[in-house]
């Protein structure tokens, strides 16, 4: 198992003030989205109708404009508790919901993901669920808003998941599941799946990815017969993980951030083909190909970056996995100089001596930048004031006042992102930087 964050393999007690305009929803928008980013499960809403059209505003069109799909949004199905509902139970409705759904809506899983007012009222979602054994594949999550946030709902996914629809199978040799990249929440998840499970097939390697396939259900399914689970966090995923492990026995390693660039993809492949006993032979030629195309196209955008706007200080404002992975690029491969580097997504405790270490010793810069540990947005705004950073690597929530107040240029790299489209762009692999460079360059770039 990974040493990073073991503390984060039991729930999180959440004890947090109220804060201004935080970057993540509620526990139960984190199940609601991780079902709607498997095709084949369709998402059953316990819970009052708000929540289900919130979320479309409040998680998916944050995640870069985008939809929900065709469950999402007010195509999701719910059973539309009001006040009644309160006082006599959901549980009639909730079981005439479910029966209407599996006639209408075709699926390969059901989730049931119950909200605050079935938790509050004693609503036995479980009973209505099993209910139906024999007649369709439905589980139950309980996801209470007030039980924390979307990170959290993507692990209790996972854990109702394991817990009551996979079945022990054989373990395949060179098989992983990629866990920690949670749908929406995460900008590039669309594409930085697809591009990382490409990279490990040319290892020989079948990287199991649960979102973006057609065949998300089987794909789910197949979760227990991984020979190892790779999770791109520091953090968050190790629940989920750990209960792989604890259920089927599949070890677990946790990578720090999604990897951009080179020399963070290959570090990621050889700690994989390490613990799968890859052949070296093929991993170092792998590796060398892929560092000689992403290094001789990294010589275009030379001039634009040297002449243009060289060594310059950056600030970053973001969740955890993609601040590591953008701020070890920008300061390794293109030597800009990171500022203030601010993680907005809570890690527990217990992760963060581990993300510090990755954001100081694991960057190649003298002078190292603040690491803030932060989540409200006034106080984020307040941090950074009166710095020296040029550009600005944040939320849309920033865009208005990085010219302003702080005189810096401002891209968008994390949710949530009001003001670009991303489908299946990623900083991810190999080629990532490159995407990366290549949209940050574009913002000063000529004419020379």
Same mark, same amino acid.
């Given at each position: 198992m990974s040493r990073l964050a073991s503390a984060t393999e039991t729930p999180r007690e959440v004890q947090q003030p109220v804060l201004e305009a935080p970057r993540w929803s509620c526990s139960l928008g984190g199940a609601l989205t991780t079902g709607l980013g498997i095709y084949g499960v369709v998402p059953i809403l316990h819970s009052g109708a708000g929540c289900g059209l919130g979320h479309q505003f409040g998680m998916t069109y944050a995640s870069g404009e985008n939809a929900g799909g065709a469950l999402g949004g007010t195509g999701t199905p719910c059973s539309c508790l009001v006040e009644e509902h309160v006082i006599f139970g959901g549980e009639s409705k909730l079981r005439n919901l479910i029966k209407s759904t599996i006639e209408l809506v075709k699926g390969d899983l059901f989730a049931v993901v119950s909200g605050c007012v079935p938790s509050l009222i004693g609503d036995d979602t479980n009973a209505i669920v099993r209910e139906f054994d024999g007649k369709a594949s439905v589980i139950h999550i309980k996801a209470p808003g007030f039980a924390g946030t979307s990170y959290d709902g993507y692990e209790l996914f996972f854990e109702a998941v394991t817990d009551q629809f996979l079945q022990a199978r054989p373990v395949e040799k060179k098989t992983i599941n990629i866990l920690g990249v949670v749908p929406f929440q995460h900008l590039f998840w669309k594409g930085t799946l697809p591009v990382l499970k490409a990279t490990f097939a040319?290892?020989? +390697?079948? *990287?199991?990815? @649960?979102? !973006?396939?057609? =065949?998300?259900?089987?794909?789910?399914?197949?979760?227990?017969?991984?020979? @190892?689970?790779? +999770?791109?966090?520091?953090?968050? =995923?190790?629940? *989920?993980?750990?209960?792989? /492990?604890?259920?089927? =026995?599949?070890?677990?390693?946790? $990578?720090? &951030?999604?990897?951009?660039?080179?020399?963070? !993809?290959?570090?990621?492949?050889?700690?994989? *083909?390490?613990?799968?006993?890859?052949?070296? &032979? @093929?991993?170092?030629?792998? %590796?060398?190909? /892929?560092?000689?195309?992403? $290094?001789?196209?990294?010589?275009?955008?030379?001039?634009? @970056? %040297?002449?243009?706007?060289?060594? &310059?200080?950056?600030?970053?404002?973001?969740? !955890?996995?993609?601040? %590591?992975?953008? !701020?070890?690029?920008?300061?390794?491969?293109i030597a800009y100089i990171p500022d203030i580097v601010i993680l907005a997504d809570n890690p527990p405790e217990a992760a963060r001596p581990a993300i510090v270490h990755e954001l100081t010793d694991g960057i190649d810069v003298a002078n190292k930048p603040e690491i803030v540990f932060e989540a409200d947005s006034h106080k984020i705004r307040q941090k950074l004031k009166n710095r020296n950073f040029l550009f600005l690597l944040a939320s849309s929530l920033e865009k208005i006042t990085a010219g302003e107040e702080y005189g810096a240029m401002h891209h968008s790299i994390a949710f949530p992102s009001y003001d670009r489209l991303v489908l299946d762009r990623t900083y991810a692999g190999y080629r990532g930087g490159l995407a990366l460079a290549e949209e940050l360059t574009s913002k000063w770039v000529g004419p020379l």
């Amino acid at each position: 198992m990974s040493r990073l964050a073991s503390a984060t393999e039991t729930p999180r007690e959440v004890q947090q003030p109220v804060l201004e305009a935080p970057r993540w929803s509620c526990s139960l928008g984190g199940a609601l989205t991780t079902g709607l980013g498997i095709y084949g499960v369709v998402p059953i809403l316990h819970s009052g109708a708000g929540c289900g059209l919130g979320h479309q505003f409040g998680m998916t069109y944050a995640s870069g404009e985008n939809a929900g799909g065709a469950l999402g949004g007010t195509g999701t199905p719910c059973s539309c508790l009001v006040e009644e509902h309160v006082i006599f139970g959901g549980e009639s409705k909730l079981r005439n919901l479910i029966k209407s759904t599996i006639e209408l809506v075709k699926g390969d899983l059901f989730a049931v993901v119950s909200g605050c007012v079935p938790s509050l009222i004693g609503d036995d979602t479980n009973a209505i669920v099993r209910e139906f054994d024999g007649k369709a594949s439905v589980i139950h999550i309980k996801a209470p808003g007030f039980a924390g946030t979307s990170y959290d709902g993507y692990e209790l996914f996972f854990e109702a998941v394991t817990d009551q629809f996979l079945q022990a199978r054989p373990v395949e040799k060179k098989t992983i599941n990629i866990l920690g990249v949670v749908p929406f929440q995460h900008l590039f998840w669309k594409g930085t799946l697809p591009v990382l499970k490409a990279t490990f097939a040319k290892l020989g +390697v079948d *990287a199991n990815i @649960l979102f !973006t396939e057609f =065949g998300g259900v089987e794909n789910l399914r197949r979760l227990p017969s991984a020979e @190892l689970n790779l +999770v791109l966090s520091p953090w968050n =995923g190790h629940r *989920a993980a750990g209960k792989l /492990e604890e259920k089927f =026995g599949t070890p677990w390693y946790a $990578y720090p &951030a999604v990897p951009v660039g080179p020399k963070q !993809t290959t570090r990621l492949v050889r700690e994989v *083909a390490k613990r799968l006993s890859l052949d070296q &032979a @093929l991993v170092d030629r792998v %590796i060398a190909h /892929e560092e000689h195309h992403a $290094y001789r196209f990294a010589e275009y955008f030379g001039d634009g @970056l %040297i002449l243009g706007l060289p060594h &310059a200080y950056f600030a970053v404002v973001a969740d !955890t996995p993609t601040a %590591i992975g953008v !701020t070890q690029y920008l300061t390794n491969e293109i030597a800009y100089i990171p500022d203030i580097v601010i993680l907005a997504d809570n890690p527990p405790e217990a992760a963060r001596p581990a993300i510090v270490h990755e954001l100081t010793d694991g960057i190649d810069v003298a002078n190292k930048p603040e690491i803030v540990f932060e989540a409200d947005s006034h106080k984020i705004r307040q941090k950074l004031k009166n710095r020296n950073f040029l550009f600005l690597l944040a939320s849309s929530l920033e865009k208005i006042t990085a010219g302003e107040e702080y005189g810096a240029m401002h891209h968008s790299i994390a949710f949530p992102s009001y003001d670009r489209l991303v489908l299946d762009r990623t900083y991810a692999g190999y080629r990532g930087g490159l995407a990366l460079a290549e949209e940050l360059t574009s913002k000063w770039v000529g004419p020379l």
